[in-house]
């Protein structure tokens, strides 16, 4: 039996699985599945399908499913589903016809404000696709790595439709202590108040207005995370759009979108002094550990800098799926139709390990990659910079991305070899990712990783010929 690690969150549902364990496309090519639903013609459109229209058909979008699961009957009746529970089930089915042949048991790391009657529908939803589950337990519990310094721990993340802050407890084991969430405070109202921020700067500079027309208005929904990311390498962006015969620009600055995301903000830093308050006058240290779902937001870092005494450790993409797979020691037979456990807690490693770095491992003789696979094409990697993008490549000193994704800049990345290392630089305009993690500029590239320009994007691994002899570290 094979066991897959579910990271549940309706601002995208992650999957982990494989060995070696990684996150898996589960959603038109992404890793990410979003709690969307679309009532059509032949059943319910969900997950991105369902997001891409979301803004073309507003009164027909379903995105609270996840958050208020129930069975209650919905106010709008609509075909395929009378209630969440139901929309829920079909998001869950699509989700497991892709991610089936990758494993057969699961383990399902939930939102800390889920109770047993959430995890009750959730085993029905399971029971009846004849999925075994092997367990529960709570999202912030999973994905806490096991170094980490002393201190009193919270762990913070944002969903779709709320933030959640979780206390984490460390004695023997980590278990999860304490608990709150914010309704209205999530990513679907911070994006709300952004592009109407962006369509006032249109109309206020250009008399513009992308809100008239759904689909200017969808595409700017489409394309602000990639906004966020520039935003994040850069105080400014020059940002552009098609109306009619004509193409606008405005300037969008970071204050702006510090300025729109100030209140929530504001929120979770009082939370967050609220828990330390009741909890941690006298702990020898405060950390904040945040998904990458919460990291991402513009000044929440700024913000949480202006606590006192407080380490900030932003998580890796998927740190709640890859961490319901450690749980698998702790799983024993279950009888079939049996009841999944809920798991609270995990045991800690011995005391000495919980230190700021992780122990040092022996030098060993490291693979460094020495081509890029594109389509079934190598492309070697050299001193000289090996160009990604959408211009002409006649020289055979770039990767020409041949399908239409949007998202892809003519000249987005480029990767060379600078000394033993190999490494990427951003040059697009709407970002570019490693293993879906954001490149902030640049970054190094190890073996096996995964670049995606564009979206829902094409993707480039790093791969490496037998006859290459490892670099010694």
Not at 98 to 126: C, D, N, S, W
Not at 135 to 142: D, H, S
Not at 262 to 289: K, S, W
Request: a neutral charge.
């Amino acid at each position: 039996m094979s066991l897959l690690g579910i990271e549940l969150s309706d601002a995208g549902i992650l999957v982990a699985g494989g060995d070696p364990p990684g996150l898996l496309n589960i959603d038109g090519g992404g890793v990410a599945s979003p709690g969307f639903a679309l009532p059509e013609k032949k059943g319910l459109a969900v997950g991105t399908a369902a997001e891409r229209k979301a803004h073309l058909y507003p009164r027909q979008i379903l995105n609270h499913f996840w958050d208020q699961l129930n069975t209650e009957p919905l106010e709008q009746p609509i075909p395929f589903a009378h209630n969440h529970a139901e929309i829920a089930f079909e998001h869950f089915a699509n989700i497991w016809q892709t991610v089936k042949q990758h494993g057969t048991e699961m383990v399902i790391a939930v939102p800390g404000f889920y109770t047993r009657k959430h995890l009750g529908l959730i085993l029905g939803i399971t029971n009846e696709l004849a999925i075994p589950v092997k367990a529960f337990i709570p999202l912030a519990v999973a994905a806490v790595p096991d170094q980490l310094p002393q201190g009193l721990l919270l762990h913070l993340d944002l969903h779709l439709q709320r933030f959640e802050i979780t206390r984490l407890q460390r004695a023997n084991q980590l278990s999860r202590e304490d608990s709150i969430s914010a309704e209205g405070s999530g990513l679907s109202t911070l994006y709300r108040r952004w592009v109407d921020a962006i369509a006032e700067e249109f109309v206020r500079h250009t008399r513009f207005d992308p809100l008239h027309q759904a689909a200017t208005e969808q595409e700017l929904y489409d394309r602000l995370p990639g906004i966020l990311v520039q935003l994040k390498q850069n105080p400014n962006v020059h940002f552009e759009m098609t109306g009619g015969s004509k193409v606008y620009h405005v300037t969008l600055t970071a204050g702006l979108f510090h300025k729109i995301a100030a209140p929530v903000l504001e929120e979770i830093r009082r939370q967050v002094i609220r828990f330390y308050d009741r909890y941690g006058r006298e702990a020898p240290g405060r950390i904040l550990l945040l998904t990458d779902r919460i990291a991402r937001l513009p000044g929440i870092k700024t913000i949480l800098r202006e606590i006192e005494n407080c380490k900030i450790i932003a998580l890796p993409s998927g740190s709640g799926a890859l961490g319901a797979l450690r749980f698998c020691d702790r799983l024993g037979e279950q009888d079939e139709g049996s009841s999944a456990p809920f798991l609270t807690a995990r045991p800690l490693p011995a005391e000495e390990s919980l230190v700021v770095e992780a122990p040092r491992q022996p030098a060993k003789a490291q693979q460094r990659p020495t081509h890029i696979l594109y389509r079934d094409l190598a492309y070697p990697i050299a001193e000289t910079p090996l160009t990604i993008g959408l211009a002409a490549v006649k020289d055979g000193s770039g990767i020409q991305i041949r399908s239409q994704v949007a998202g892809v800049s003519r000249k987005h990345c480029s990767v060379q070899l600078r000394g033993n290392k190999v490494v990427l630089n951003d040059h697009s305009t709407y970002g570019t990712y490693v293993n879906e993690m954001p490149v902030a500029g640049t970054t190094k590239l190890e073996l096996g990783q995964v670049i995606r320009v564009g979206t829902p994007g094409e993707k480039l691994k790093l791969i490496a010929c037998l006859d290459t002899a490892p670099d010694e570290t």
